[in-house]
């Protein structure tokens, strides 16, 4: 799909309407098998349960499936159980539901159980009243059971069924997949490319009909509407689409504000694409022309995610990115008049909300450790903990900075860091500070993209969502 610039660039977002890439080849299949070796090998006594259903199965514009469950069977139908165990006959098995004229009525046909084996590869295929009884041997054993502890339904369902009679104990299933799911195989990178061009296309359209009078729900049906046109069953996360003041909310939902002239619209938007979700921001001039202050406040954030991006590759740290965006942040702000002392933790982390990457993938906060990027992070350690873990080829994560001027940012300054400083040195910043941060009130800038490591360096998967103050005004036009 071309994106036309008037008077300017124009480029290619290579995205199509064909979801015949969701199906998987039984080739492909064999990416799900090896995925549940690994899991054998890491698990030395005990089985594997996992249900496809969770509380946020319907929580969704469709059925979802759970996804540790899909990680590792492949399979996205509701209702079904799989069981991952060292057993030399049956080291998987499936426990489908039963068959009826109700649900035949309702759901229409399910698969054959001849069709189940031989794409999904069960060694054996259970009804529930065997499955029932193969549970109740398994939680009379003693041996320890891993699931989704998340799934809070089926872990009730668990512990009924083993009652007082003591046995087996419930352990995380994070333990032994979550490290898998860090690294991505070509084919989730693949699903995770077409969910950030999808949303990219998204994007743009957006930005084409964008103008005050406008609702912020009626751009997060266009938006939306975009993802399914190009087959994204549905937005990975529930959209942000915050505008004036709404943009300072990191997390704002509701979108119901009318737009006015003068706004800056904050979209926080990502289409799952065959259970991988985009996660990708980008903030533009409700009107279509940046004011100065916005342009100011814009191009800092800009700059300091460009080089970011520059520092995320291969032996690196996962912080590193973060620690580079928030130099950058600080010495604007410095420069600007919106920090007193540029080396004040504190001060810093009025700013700097929040750890700027997190990684991506079959959730929009997927899974995996960071190492210390996490540890320590808040009002005196901005840049976040020492030591995080190292990038490596195949991780694929975001990198987020931002900026936002809540109107009643200054006075909450005693009640966020009384701790920090004393109220004399609060007192003197407000005085200093508030003339210059009544400027940039009601801005709030962030820009989000998602990087894949690779050996070489990066790739930026959403590159196509344009973010270049030229590009998003002459878009708008």
């Known amino acids: 799909m071309c994106c036309n610039i008037p008077g300017g660039r124009s480029w290619i977002i290579p995205v199509t309407i064909d979801p015949s890439d969701l199906e998987y080849t039984p080739d492909q299949m064999e990416?799900?098998?090896?995925?549940?070796?690994?899991?054998?090998?890491?698990?030395?006594?005990?089985?594997?349960?996992?249900?496809?259903?969770?509380?946020?199965?319907?929580?969704?514009?469709?059925?979802?499936?759970n996804s540790y469950f899909f990680y590792l069977t492949g399979y996205d139908g509701p209702q079904t159980f799989a069981v991952i165990c060292k057993n030399e006959n049956a080291p998987f098995i499936l426990a489908t539901p039963p068959r009826s004229i109700r649900s035949m009525i309702?759901?229409?046909?399910?698969?054959?159980?001849?069709?189940?084996?031989?794409?999904?590869?069960?060694?054996?295929?259970?009804?529930?009243?065997?499955?029932?009884?193969?549970?109740?041997?398994?939680?009379?054993?003693?041996?320890?059971?891993?699931?989704?502890?998340?799934?809070?339904?089926?872990?009730?369902?668990?512990k009924d069924i083993?009652?007082?009679?003591?046995?087996?104990?419930?352990?995380?299933?994070?333990?032994?997949?979550?490290?898998l799911r860090v690294i991505k195989e070509p084919l989730e990178v693949e699903r995770l490319q077409k969910a950030c061009d999808i949303t990219a296309r998204a994007i743009a359209k957006v930005m084409k009909e964008c103008e005050p009078g406008r609702y912020e729900f009626e751009m997060e049906s266009l938006l939306e509407g975009t993802f399914r046109e190009y087959g994204a069953a549905m937005p990975g996360f529930p959209s942000i689409m915050g505008s004036g003041p709404n943009s300072t909310i990191l997390h704002y939902e509701p979108n119901m504000r009318l737009m006015e002239d003068g706004d800056l619209l904050l979209m926080d938007v990502g289409a799952e694409y065959g259970y991988y979700t985009a996660d990708i921001t980008r903030t533009i001039p409700v009107n279509g022309k940046f004011s100065e202050e916005q342009r100011t406040i814009y191009q800092l954030v800009l700059n300091a995610q460009l080089a970011a991006i520059d520092s995320m590759k291969p032996g690196n740290l996962i912080g590193d990115a973060h620690r580079v965006a928030t130099r950058i942040i600080i010495q604007g702000l410095f420069e600007l008049g919106l920090m007193t002392d540029s080396s004040s933790a504190w001060q810093a982390s009025?700013?700097?909300?929040?750890?700027?990457?997190?990684?991506?993938?079959?959730?929009?906060?997927?899974?995996?450790?960071?190492?210390?990027?996490?540890?320590?992070?808040g009002h005196d350690s901005p840049g976040g903990g020492p030591e995080s873990r190292v990038l490596e080829p195949g991780m694929v994560l975001t990198i987020?900075?931002?900026?936002y001027f809540r109107e009643n940012g200054l006075q909450q300054l005693h009640e966020i860091f009384g701790n920090d400083a004393d109220s004399t040195e609060i007192e003197a910043f407000i005085e200093q500070v508030a003339p210059v941060y009544e400027k940039y009130v009601h801005i709030g800038v962030r820009i989000e993209d998602d990087i894949l490591i690779t050996k070489e360096g990066r790739i930026n998967l959403s590159r196509y969502a344009p973010k270049e103050v030229l590009d998003i005004e002459q878009i708008m036009r």
């Open 31 to 65: 990416s799900f098998a090896e995925r549940r070796n690994q899991v054998l090998s890491r698990l030395e006594e005990g089985i594997v349960v996992l249900r496809s259903d969770d509380r946020e199965s319907y929580n969704r514009n469709e059925f979802r499936v």
């Open 106 to 158: 309702y759901g229409g046909e399910p698969q054959k159980d001849e069709e189940v084996i031989a794409l999904y590869g069960p060694d054996r295929l259970l009804g529930y009243r065997e499955f029932r009884s193969f549970i109740d041997s398994i939680l009379g054993s003693g041996l320890p059971v891993y699931m989704d502890l998340s799934d809070r339904d089926l872990l009730q369902q668990l």
């Open 162 to 179: 083993k009652g007082e009679k003591g046995g087996s104990e419930f352990r995380n299933v994070s333990e032994l997949v979550d490290e």
């Open 350 to 377: 009025f700013y700097v909300l929040y750890p700027s990457s997190h990684y991506l993938g079959l959730d929009v906060h997927d899974v995996g450790a960071y190492g210390g990027f996490f540890a320590g992070f």
């Open 400 to 403: 987020e900075p931002g900026l």
